[in-house]
């Protein structure tokens, strides 16, 4: 029966790997053409600084303040939901609900953390292409499509190589700390299956073969993703 779920985590994990690449790999680029355009000192190191620290908050932590938020009893969410007349939703046992919060939650952890590498790229342009270009009448607009995304690039480009290869790998802290079996449909992902099968019910035989087939099919997407962008670009990690 436990081999009948591993179609199912690995349909999961390939999805949830998707959500996060289209919305959380862009977040930190973003976070960091805003910060970078911040001219005000001291309040772009608060921004900075309460960006990073939920980074270093475990999911163990993070699950269990989520839950209270979100609690059909006594969360906040569901406080001003039923105060405005709607009915209380139990969001992580909810399958509809219940991906769009793990995608959500773990791009509000990681997005300052995974800014800081794009700061480091831009602080290494040259201050004086942006006065050239205040000289020819750019604003900060031009300024920021002509020479800040073009210095983002190059990194950009390996950051996004190995993005792809971690569209079959998955958060497991993440996902093990929220899921429960009224979601195991949309939430059991190809970690939590190994851990379930080969610990919990001892299938030591399937649980290696799922944990090789992930370490396989991510090298093959590592490689894959290098050899189309070297194809077209000059920018890669060989």
């Not at 995608?103 to 342009?125: M, N, P, Q």
């Not at 000289?135 to 990194?155: C, E, F, S, Y």
């Not at 090789?212 to 890669?236: K, P």
Request: charged content about 15%; aromatic content about 16%.
């Amino acid at each position: 029966m436990e081999g009948r779920d591993f179609p199912r985590a690995f349909r999961n994990t390939v999805i949830i790997s998707l959500y996060k690449l289209i919305f959380g790999f862009p977040a930190p680029i973003i976070l960091a053409l805003l910060l970078n355009e911040l001219r005000v000192i001291l309040f772009k190191r608060i921004v900075q600084t309460l960006s990073y620290l939920p980074h270093f908050l475990s999911w163990v932590v993070l699950a269990g303040v989520f839950m209270e938020l979100f609690s059909p009893t006594r969360g906040i969410v569901n406080y001003i939901i039923t105060a405005m007349g709607g009915e209380a939703i139990f969001f992580f046992g909810d399958k509809d609900w219940f991906r769009t919060l793990l995608v959500s939650t773990d791009v509000w952890k990681s997005v300052g953390w995974g800014s800081i590498i794009y700061l480091a790229a831009l602080s290494s342009v040259d201050t004086s292409l942006y006065e050239a270009a205040v000289v020819d009448g750019a604003n900060r607009w031009k300024q920021m499509v002509h020479i800040t995304l073009p210095a983002l690039i190059p990194v950009t480009t390996i950051m996004f190589i190995f993005a792809v290869g971690g569209v079959i790998t998955d958060d497991f802290d993440q996902v093990f700390n929220f899921y429960n079996p009224a979601v195991y449909e949309v939430a059991d992902v190809l970690s939590t299956y190994t851990y379930r099968v080969g610990i919990s019910e001892m299938e030591y035989g399937l649980a290696t073969a799922s944990g090789l087939f992930t370490n396989v099919i991510a090298l093959i997407l590592i490689v894959s993703a290098n050899f189309i962008v070297r194809r077209y670009s000059e920018y890669g990690i060989w």
